[in-house]
């Protein structure tokens, strides 16, 4: 059921511009009960590429529609968290969600690609398979749910943390347990090395790590700092060895609803915000590692090139349970496409 205040927010509108596609989308001409309100929800901290990102497109979008369009964002899971955020959006308890591309995979299994680990080694990979036909593949399955799939974020590569002792060598994670933000994939690359896998929401991973519910996590540079994971962890492996990006979503049946115009707005804003985000990202995580490096709390080691290789080759049962599970077509299209475009 959709939101009792959305639906008539939406027949307002849409019975206003009937007959009249040339709506103005300006603050000065709508009546306030005329507003559209956008609830964005997201889970992690403002100072993240998705926080600032959110926040940024909020801002946008008020000055270009002199206030008639408003995106409200709840971060840090303050309305739902990981797993509530896919039905409060089919809902309609919020308009707009930006979930890790592992989480959309509990949906669609061929999102688990962005989870193989050292499929893809540099950014420009990541983004060649998110604006490429796959990206545009993948995005347009959500639709089977009722959801659009708006633009593809980035946060950046993972790495790896715990509190028993240095990661160096796969045959280190033997033994201790991982948080991971979804099952599937994620949890084979720990189970192929003896580690065990324990999928939580994002929210209750600080608590996880402090009780020793687990002993270690992955995740970027970004969410490792701005959730002080380094409190509660003593080693952190610089290993790039999965990404984490976000897939930005609406709920498709309320999006049709919109004015043209609003929906053209949103639109041409957000892939203009998508340019900045990514940028962003790439500059919060450095920086980020940098204040992680001054605090001192972690001892950080970074993986060599060949150390990665290593890791990479080792990981080849990875690639195989997910090929027999999306097809092995799939998945060497996709890596076909993440190699160096030759000049
Ligand atoms: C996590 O659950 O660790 C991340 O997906 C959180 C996020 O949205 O970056």
């Excluded at 709508?30 to 889970?43: A, Q």
């Excluded at 993240?48 to 002199?66: D, H, M, N, V």
């Excluded at 939580?200 to 790590?209: C, I, T």
């Excluded at 995580?285 to 972690?298: D, T, V």
Aim: glycine share 6%; with cysteine; aromatic share 10%.
């Amino acid at each position: 059921m959709l939101k009792k205040c959305w639906i008539s927010l939406i027949i307002i509108l849409v019975l206003g511009v009937s007959g009249c596609d040339k709506r103005v989308i300006d603050g000065q001409q709508v009546n306030k009960k005329e507003k559209i309100i956008i609830k964005f929800s997201h889970v992690v901290e403002e100072n993240t590429p998705k926080g600032l990102a959110a926040f940024r497109f909020a801002q946008l979008i008020s000055e270009r529609s002199s206030g008639s369009i408003e995106v409200q964002v709840f971060p840090n899971s303050q309305l739902f968290k990981d797993g509530e955020e896919f039905e409060a959006l089919n809902r309609g308890d919020v308009q707009m969600i930006a979930p890790a591309t592992s989480k959309v995979s509990q949906l669609f299994p061929q999102w688990q690609i962005w989870d193989l680990p050292y499929l893809f080694t540099d950014l420009d990979s990541v983004h060649r398979i998110m604006d490429g036909p796959v990206g545009k593949e993948l995005l347009n399955q959500l639709q089977e749910k009722n959801m659009l799939g708006l633009a593809m974020w980035d946060n950046g590569f993972k790495h790896l943390t715990n509190n028993e002792h240095p990661i160096i060598k796969p045959r280190d994670l033997e033994g201790l347990r991982f948080r991971i933000m979804s099952q599937g994939i994620l949890e084979e690359q720990f189970y192929t090395f003896g580690a065990d896998a324990l999928f939580l929401p994002f929210n209750d991973v600080y608590k996880s790590l402090e009780e020793g519910r687990v002993q270690g996590q992955e995740n970027t540079i970004s969410n490792i700092y701005t959730k002080d994971f380094d409190r509660v962890q003593e080693y952190l492996t610089l290993s790039q060895h999965g990404f984490l990006g976000y897939a930005v979503i609406v709920n498709q049946e309320l999006w049709n609803q919109l004015p043209s115009q609003a929906r053209e707005l949103l639109e041409d804003t957000l892939s203009e915000v998508t340019q900045w985000e990514r940028a962003k990202a790439r500059e919060l995580n450095e920086e980020q590692l940098l204040e992680l490096q001054k605090r001192e709390k972690l001892k950080i080691y970074s993986l060599t090139t060949s150390e990665k290789s290593i890791w990479k080759d080792s990981f080849l049962p990875v690639y195989r349970k997910l090929e027999q599970e999306i097809g092995p077509e799939f998945l060497s299209n996709v890596k076909k496409q993440c190699e160096p475009i030759e000049n």
